[in-house]
């Protein structure tokens, strides 16, 4: 069965520092996708950044990166230069191709906090 | 380019009654699914509509159902609410392109809280 596990439940980092957040998968099935999402105070969750798992880079978006170790099945979102605007909850999310294609699962989540 | 929408913002409900909760995908998006997310957890699972049809379902009583138009907007409805029920309830919406894995774009949820 598909399973996501984000470990640190909350992270502090310094404006202007990198941050990385750890996200671990597991699943039987050898096409799938990756994806994180920020969802602020507001409660809307916004899509970062998606990597599939035959891409052989690691998938980048502005600030954010994502470091795709398939065989440890783990897909840490790193954010650079972080902005006090980054403070949010992020979940990391997967969705399996050929078995559960319309399924998104989640993980619990990493409450980030930015300070000044 | 619009996003996704849901209606109402927030709703509150006494036990037992019905609810029914309102989304309209991303321009150009054809499937909705839809999402509970209880405080303090990742979002769940619990259906998704393709043309008009329910497609997939995750481990939700028969007291979750839904609908799609054939605007593609989509409806979540839930009977006999219960005080577990109260959650924030989000609804996705993506282009069905095959088998690739479509990136989930989401709505800004409805929060409902049942008395």
């Known amino acids: 069965a598909q399973k996501i596990t984000q470990t640190q439940p909350g992270m502090f980092v310094q404006e202007k520092e990198a941050v990385t957040l750890d996200c671990t998968y597991d699943?039987?099935?050898?096409?799938?996708?990756l994806f994180w999402y920020k969802q602020p105070s507001s409660g809307e969750m916004i899509f970062l950044i998606y990597?599939?798992?035959?891409?052989?880079q690691n998938a980048t978006e502005g600030r954010y990166s994502l470091n795709f170790q398939k065989a440890r099945k783990s897909a840490n979102l790193v954010i650079s230069a972080s902005q006090l605007g980054d403070s949010a909850m992020y979940f990391c999310?997967?969705?399996?191709?050929?078995?559960?294609?319309?399924?998104?699962?989640f993980g619990d989540g990493t409450t980030l906090t930015v300070k000044p | 380019d619009a996003g996704v929408t849901q209606s109402p913002t927030h709703l509150i409900k006494t036990r037992g009654q019905q609810v029914t909760l309102r989304c309209s995908p991303k321009?150009?998006?054809?499937?909705v699914s839809w999402y509970q997310q209880a405080l303090g957890q990742g979002p769940q699972f619990i259906f998704q509509?393709?043309?008009?049809?329910?497609?997939q379902r995750g481990n939700f009583p028969d007291r979750f159902s839904g609908h799609q138009f054939p605007n593609y907007s989509s409806e979540l409805n839930v009977n006999a609410l219960l005080l577990g029920d109260s959650a924030l309830y989000l609804c996705?919406?993506?282009?069905?392109?095959?088998?690739?894995?479509?990136?989930?774009?989401f709505g800004p949820g409805t929060r409902l809280t049942v008395l």
């Open positions: 996705a919406s993506s282009l069905k392109v095959g088998a690739s894995t479509d990136t989930q774009y």
């Open positions: 699943t039987s099935d050898p096409s799938y996708g």
């Open positions: 990597q599939g798992s035959y891409d052989q």
């Open positions: 999310a997967m969705r399996e191709v050929n078995t559960n294609a319309g399924k998104s699962t």
């Open positions: 321009s150009g998006h054809d499937t």
């Open positions: 509509y393709y043309e008009e049809e329910e497609r």
